[in-house]
Nanobody
Framework: QVQLVESGGGLVQAGDSLRLSCAASGRTFSNYNMGWFRQAPGKGREFVAA????????YYADSVKGRFTVSRDNAKKMVYLQMNSLKPEDTAVYYC????????????????????WGQGTQVTVSS
């Protein structure tokens, strides 16, 4: 059984930073790509960032590129999302998810390619 538990969310002001963490259970964490998604009130869930199993490759949504950084520590079974220069439009529930193999250039942001999801952590950015 795989479990993903996010933490690190909170209420911050525009321009502040937050670091989200995702703790994973399971023996083969290092074999899987991982992703971060978010869902704002009244909107659908959207891709934020993804990182390959080895940590070598990373991908970002255009809206967060240059401000957010995804990383992982396979020894600790952790994935992180460092969020800098936060904006009110970053307000959302943030989810981490375990991904399958990436065969095409769009797989990393395809929610259907992710099989396990955490419960989410709320990030609220005030203006």
């Amino acid at each position: 059984q795989v479990q993903l538990v996010e933490s690190g969310g909170g209420l911050v002001q525009a321009g502040d930073s937050l670091r989200l963490s995702c703790a994973a259970s399971g023996r083969t964490f290092s074999n899987y790509n991982m992703g971060w998604f978010r869902q704002a009130p009244g909107k659908g869930r959207e891709f934020v960032a993804a990182i390959s199993a080895s940590g070598v490759s990373t991908y970002y949504a255009d809206s967060v590129k240059g401000r957010f950084t995804v990383s992982r520590d396979n020894a600790k079974k952790m994935v992180y999302l460092q969020m800098n220069s936060l904006k009110p439009e970053d307000t959302a529930v943030y989810y981490c998810a375990r991904g399958g193999p990436w065969y095409s250039g769009s797989d990393h942001y395809d929610q259907g390619k992710y099989d396990y999801w955490g419960q989410g952590t709320q990030v609220t950015v005030s203006s």
